[in-house]
T-cell receptor, first 117, second 119 residues
Framework: AQKVTQAQTEISVVEKEDVTLDCVYE???????LFWYKQPPSGELVFLIR??????QNEISGRYSWNFQKSTSSFNFTITASQVVDSAVYFC??????????????FGTGTRLQVTL | DTGVSQDPRHKITKRGQNVTFRCDPI?????LYWYRQTLGQGPEFLTY????????KSRLLSDRFSAERPKGSFSTLEIQRTEQGDSAMYLC?????????????????FGPGTRLTVT
């Protein structure tokens, strides 16, 4: 069975602070994929990133960066210089190999990020 | 460039009534998923279609739930004899198993959801 744990229920930061959202996962698959989605107040889930289990290189996209560590089964997400528009619920998700039914996503419970001025 | 659309966006129904939701995926996407999200939780997988074939149903999907995807295009999710516990946001997502220009493959793109309230 697959499981994703996001232990941080809610985080509040002041604009321009850096913030890291934690994600820990469990899976028996040797090939798997990790995702982050953003759910703003409007409700629609927005895809942010996908990483596969064989690629542990950290990734940076603008103010966003992701740290994948297989040894600790973690896939953490850092927002640098946070902005009010970053306020949302962020979900970490896991899938098996992207073949057929294994492609379904298992989500964590989400971390609500509140960025204030 | 249209994304995934869902209709209706909101539905209020009385317990015991039947409801049907529709999802229109991104046009070239062959995979379609339904998820359910309750307040304060992440989305939970309900069912999956590859083209018109329904390949997996979660244990969450009781006999009162049925989903179809005729002709491998839009999909419908029907709930019969609704219960208050069915109140949730029902999310549809689509993806492409392959490569195409302009969009990443395999990523699931979500619609805005249908919020169901059963009174």
């Amino acid at each position: 069975a697959q499981k994703v744990t996001q232990a941080q229920t809610e985080i509040s930061v002041v604009e321009k602070e850096d913030v890291t959202l934690d994600c820990v996962y469990e899976t028996r698959d040797t090939t798997y994929y990790l995702f982050w989605y953003k759910q703003p107040p409007s409700g629609e889930l927005v895809f942010l990133i996908r990483r596969n289990s064989f690629d542990e290189q950290n990734e940076i996209s603008g103010r966003y960066s992701w740290n994948f560590q297989k040894s600790t089964s973690s896939f953490n997400f850092t927002i640098t210089a946070s902005q009010v528009v970053d306020s949302a619920v962020y979900f970490c998700a896991l899938s098996g190999p992207l073949i057929g039914t294994a492609s379904k996503l298992t989500f964590g419970t989400g971390t609500r990020l509140q960025v204030t001025l | 460039d249209t994304g995934v659309s869902q209709d209706p966006r909101h539905k209020i129904t009385k317990r015991g009534q039947n409801v049907t939701f529709r999802c229109d995926p991104i046009s070239e996407h062959n995979r379609l998923y339904w998820y359910r999200q309750t307040l304060g939780q992440g989305p939970e997988f309900l069912t999956y279609f590859q083209n018109e074939a329904q390949l997996e149903k979660s244990r969450l999907l009781s006999d009162r739930f049925s989903a179809e995807r005729p002709k491998g295009s839009f999909s419908t999710l029907e709930i019969q004899r609704t219960e208050q516990g069915d109140s949730a946001m029902y999310l549809c997502a689509s993806s492409l198993s392959g490569f195409t220009s302009g969009r990443s493959s395999y990523e699931q793109y979500f619609g805005p959801g249908t919020r169901l309230t059963v009174t």
